[in-house]
C-alpha cells in the first residue's frame, strides 16, 4: 500500500553534462540537486541510448525500450514506407527547407501517435490503464488516451497556411507550452508573463511554474514528468562542460517543486524524485572539426529534405549532428561497399557500422574490424552475451576471461545492435570522433560549442539522482527507469 500512496516526480534535464554538474555541485550552485544527491542514489555514470538525439532518448525513457522496439532512430531520419525524410527541426535553415507545415506535423502529432511504435506502451499508457493518474509537463513524448486540442500560435498557423490543427493524445494532465495550456481562468496570471511567450512556453521556467502549479492545486497525478529543455540550447552555444550556468537555472525548477510542499524532507517523503539527463553533450574543437559529410559523399546522388524519394537517387544522409545515418535507396550490395569504402577515408568519423544477416559490423577509422552476435562465448557488463570475431578494440571493448568491459563507448555491443535492429534505421550508422560533428546544407554547426549524438561517452553518459525510494542499479541506464517506476506501482 506504501507504494499506492507514494507518488513519483521525474526530471528530464535536456543536456545533461557530469562535468558541468561535477562544477555547479562544488561551487554550491545547485542547492536541489545537492539536497537530493545527499539523500539518495547517485551516479554522473548512467549510460544513455544510442542515437544521443532526444526523440530517441526520450522514447526510451518514456517507454523502457531501446531503438530496436520503440522504433524512432534520432531526430532526422528517413521514413521507407513514405520515402521522405523526416526531421523535427533540427535547424532554423531545415525547417525553412521542410515548411513549417511538415516539420511540426512530424513533431507534435506524428511523432507520438505514428512514428513511435504501438507495441510498446509510454509510461503514461501503462499507468493509466492500471488506473493511475500520470502527467506531464513539456515533454517530447507523452502518449496516452487522452485526447487534448492543439493550440497551434498564430505565427505558426500563419506559415504553414492555417493547415495544423488535430488532437494529442497524452495524459490526463498534459501542458504543453502554447500548444497545451491549462484550461483554467485562474492560471490567466502565469499565461500572461515571458515564460509563456519564450519559445512557446517550451522552457525551464515554465515547466517548473505549471508543475508547481498542479501541486499546490491539490492536482498531483501519481506520475508527473517535468522536462527542462534549455541546458540544450545553452550548451550548443557554450562550451558544454561549463554550462552550470545553465543548471543551476534548472536547478532553480527542481527547488520550486520541492518547495510546493511542505519542506523538501516532506517532498521526499511523499515522492519518488528523479532528476535524469537524455544525453550530454561534448565539444566540438573549432570549424576545422565540421565535417560536411554530404559532400565528402557527393559523388553519390543524395535525396534532398523536403522531397519524395526520385528514381535518380542513390541515397539519402540524415545528418544527427555527432551521427548520422547512411540510406541506401537502390542498388543495395554495390553501394553500401562504395560508400562504406568513401567513408573509411573521410576525416573525423570513427565508426561505421551495418547489420550483415545475423551479425552486426562494426568498423573503426584506422582499419579495427569487429564482427558480432548475440551468443554465449563473452559477456559484458550489462548481462549481454556475445559471439565475437575480430579485434573489440573497435567498440572500445577489451577482454577479461569470459568478460567484456567498455571503456569510451559504454554498452557500444548492444548500443549499435539495438540502433541497427531499428526498422528505421539507416543501411550504414557512422559516429563522429570526439571534437568532430557532421554538417550539412541544412544542418546546425556548433564550433568551439557543444554537440551530441554520438556513442562516445562525452555523449552518452548522464548524472542520474534518485531520492525517497531505494535505488539499485550499479551500471544504471535511462532504459531501466521505466520498468523503475512501473515497479513501484506493481505492474510488470
Same mark, same amino acid.
Given at each position: 500500500?506504501?507504494?499506492?500512496?507514494?507518488?513519483?516526480?521525474?526530471?528530464?534535464?535536456?543536456?545533461?553534462?557530469?562535468?558541468?554538474?561535477?562544477?555547479?555541485?562544488?561551487?554550491?550552485?545547485?542547492?536541489?540537486?545537492?539536497?537530493?544527491?545527499?539523500?539518495?542514489?547517485?551516479?554522473?555514470?548512467?549510460?544513455?541510448?544510442?542515437?544521443?538525439?532526444?526523440?530517441?532518448?526520450?522514447?526510451?525513457?518514456?517507454?523502457?525500450?531501446?531503438?530496436?522496439?520503440?522504433?524512432?532512430?534520432?531526430?532526422?531520419?528517413?521514413?521507407?514506407?513514405?520515402?521522405?525524410?523526416?526531421?523535427?527541426?533540427?535547424?532554423?535553415?531545415?525547417?525553412?527547407?521542410?515548411?513549417?507545415?511538415?516539420?511540426?506535423?512530424?513533431?507534435?502529432?506524428?511523432?507520438?501517435?505514428?512514428?513511435?511504435?504501438?507495441?510498446?506502451?509510454?509510461?503514461?499508457?501503462?499507468?493509466?490503464?492500471?488506473?493511475?493518474?500520470?502527467?506531464?509537463?513539456?515533454?517530447?513524448?507523452?502518449?496516452?488516451?487522452?485526447?487534448?486540442?492543439?493550440?497551434?500560435?498564430?505565427?505558426?498557423?500563419?506559415?504553414?497556411?492555417?493547415? $495544423? #490543427?488535430?488532437? /494529442?493524445?497524452?495524459?490526463?494532465? &498534459?501542458?504543453? *507550452?502554447?500548444?497545451?495550456? @491549462?484550461? +483554467?481562468?485562474?492560471?490567466?496570471?502565469?499565461?500572461?508573463?515571458?515564460?509563456?511567450?519564450?519559445?512557446?512556453?517550451?522552457?525551464?521556467?515554465?515547466?517548473?511554474?505549471?508543475?508547481?502549479?498542479?501541486?499546490?492545486?491539490?492536482?498531483?497525478?501519481?506520475?508527473?514528468?517535468?522536462?527542462?529543455?534549455?541546458?540544450?540550447?545553452?550548451?550548443?552555444?557554450?562550451?558544454?562542460?561549463?554550462?552550470?550556468?545553465?543548471?543551476?537555472?534548472?536547478?532553480?525548477?527542481?527547488?520550486?517543486?520541492?518547495?510546493?510542499?511542505?519542506?523538501?524532507?516532506?517532498?521526499?517523503?511523499?515522492?519518488?524524485?528523479?532528476?535524469?539527463?537524455?544525453?550530454?553533450?561534448?565539444?566540438?574543437?573549432?570549424?576545422?572539426?565540421?565535417?560536411? $559529410? #554530404?559532400?565528402? /559523399?557527393?559523388?553519390?546522388?543524395? &535525396?534532398?529534405? *523536403?522531397?519524395?524519394?526520385? @528514381?535518380? +537517387?542513390?541515397?539519402?544522409?540524415?545528418?544527427?549532428?555527432?551521427?548520422?545515418?547512411?540510406?541506401?535507396?537502390?542498388?543495395?550490395?554495390?553501394?553500401?561497399?562504395?560508400?562504406?569504402?568513401?567513408?573509411?577515408?573521410?576525416?573525423?568519423?570513427?565508426?561505421?557500422?551495418?547489420?550483415?544477416?545475423?551479425?552486426?559490423?562494426?568498423?573503426?577509422?584506422?582499419?579495427?574490424?569487429?564482427?558480432?552476435?548475440?551468443?554465449?562465448?563473452?559477456?559484458?557488463?550489462?548481462?549481454?552475451?556475445?559471439?565475437?570475431?575480430?579485434?573489440?578494440?573497435?567498440?572500445?571493448?577489451?577482454?577479461?576471461?569470459?568478460?567484456?568491459?567498455?571503456?569510451?563507448?559504454?554498452?557500444?555491443?548492444?548500443?549499435?545492435?539495438?540502433?541497427?535492429?531499428?526498422?528505421?534505421?539507416?543501411?550504414?550508422?557512422?559516429?563522429?570522433?570526439? *571534437?568532430?560533428?557532421?554538417?550539412?546544407?541544412?544542418?546546425?554547426?556548433?564550433?568551439?560549442?557543444?554537440?551530441?549524438?554520438?556513442?562516445?561517452?562525452?555523449?552518452?553518459?548522464?548524472?542520474?539522482?534518485?531520492?525517497?525510494?531505494?535505488?539499485?542499479?550499479?551500471?544504471?541506464?535511462?532504459?531501466?527507469?521505466?520498468?523503475?517506476?512501473?515497479?513501484?506501482?506493481?505492474?510488470?
Amino acid at each position: 500500500m506504501e507504494a499506492r500512496r507514494r507518488k513519483t516526480i521525474l526530471f528530464i534535464v535536456d543536456s545533461f553534462n557530469p562535468t558541468a554538474l561535477r562544477r555547479a555541485l562544488d561551487r554550491k550552485m545547485v542547492p536541489a540537486m545537492e539536497f537530493l544527491k545527499k539523500r539518495g542514489y547517485f551516479t554522473d555514470r548512467c549510460v544513455s541510448v544510442f542515437p544521443t538525439m532526444t526523440p530517441t532518448c526520450a522514447s526510451t525513457i518514456a517507454t523502457g525500450t531501446s531503438p530496436s522496439d520503440h522504433q524512432v532512430p534520432g531526430f532526422v531520419w528517413f521514413n521507407r514506407r513514405e520515402k521522405r525524410i523526416v526531421n523535427y527541426g533540427i535547424s532554423p535553415l531545415a525547417v525553412w527547407k521542410m515548411g513549417v507545415k511538415r516539420v511540426i506535423q512530424d513533431l507534435l502529432f506524428n511523432l507520438n501517435h505514428i512514428q513511435l511504435s504501438k507495441k510498446v506502451k509510454t509510461l503514461y499508457e501503462s499507468m493509466e490503464e492500471a488506473g493511475f493518474t500520470t502527467g506531464a509537463v513539456n515533454p517530447f513524448i507523452f502518449r496516452s488516451s487522452r485526447s487534448h486540442r492543439a493550440r497551434i500560435p498564430f505565427i505558426m498557423q500563419l506559415c504553414s497556411t492555417f493547415g $495544423l #490543427s488535430g488532437k /494529442l493524445m497524452g495524459p490526463g494532465n &498534459l501542458f504543453l *507550452g502554447q500548444f497545451c495550456p @491549462p484550461e +483554467s481562468s485562474q492560471w490567466s496570471k502565469i499565461l500572461a508573463v515571458p515564460h509563456y511567450l519564450r519559445k512557446f512556453g517550451v522552457n525551464d521556467e515554465y515547466s517548473g511554474t505549471v508543475g508547481r502549479w498542479i501541486i499546490r492545486r491539490g492536482r498531483q497525478p501519481d506520475l508527473l514528468t517535468i522536462y527542462l529543455p534549455d541546458t540544450d540550447g545553452y550548451s550548443h552555444r557554450h562550451d558544454p562542460y561549463c554550462s552550470e550556468d545553465s543548471l543551476q537555472r534548472a536547478d532553480r525548477q527542481v527547488g520550486k517543486i520541492l518547495g510546493a510542499f511542505p519542506s523538501w524532507d516532506e517532498a521526499i517523503k511523499k515522492n519518488t524524485i528523479i532528476i535524469v539527463g537524455d544525453h550530454s553533450q561534448s565539444r566540438v574543437d573549432d570549424r576545422s572539426h565540421i565535417v560536411r $559529410l #554530404s559532400r565528402e /559523399l557527393g559523388i553519390f546522388p543524395q &535525396l534532398d529534405i *523536403g522531397k519524395e524519394d526520385r @528514381p535518380d +537517387s542513390e541515397i539519402a544522409v540524415c545528418l544527427n549532428e555527432r551521427m548520422a545515418h547512411i540510406y541506401i535507396l537502390r542498388d543495395r550490395e554495390r553501394l553500401q561497399s562504395a560508400v562504406t569504402n568513401r567513408l573509411q577515408s573521410v576525416r573525423g568519423v570513427d565508426q561505421i557500422a551495418w547489420k550483415d544477416g545475423e551479425w552486426f559490423r562494426l568498423m573503426q577509422a584506422g582499419g579495427r574490424m569487429l564482427s558480432y552476435r548475440p551468443g554465449r562465448d563473452l559477456w559484458d557488463d550489462y548481462g549481454n552475451g556475445w559471439s565475437l570475431e575480430g579485434d573489440p578494440r573497435a567498440a572500445g571493448a577489451g577482454i577479461h576471461g569470459h568478460t567484456i568491459v567498455f571503456n569510451q563507448y559504454p554498452d557500444a555491443l548492444a548500443q549499435f545492435a539495438n540502433a541497427l535492429n531499428c526498422e528505421n534505421a539507416g543501411d550504414l550508422v557512422v559516429t563522429a570522433k570526439v *571534437g568532430f560533428e557532421f554538417s550539412g546544407d541544412h544542418g546546425p554547426e556548433h564550433p568551439g560549442c557543444g554537440s551530441h549524438g554520438s556513442i562516445h561517452r562525452e555523449d552518452a553518459l548522464v548524472p542520474l539522482f534518485v531520492a525517497g525510494e531505494p535505488f539499485g542499479a550499479s551500471k544504471p541506464r535511462i532504459m531501466d527507469l521505466a520498468p523503475f517506476i512501473r515497479s513501484q506501482y506493481g505492474l510488470a
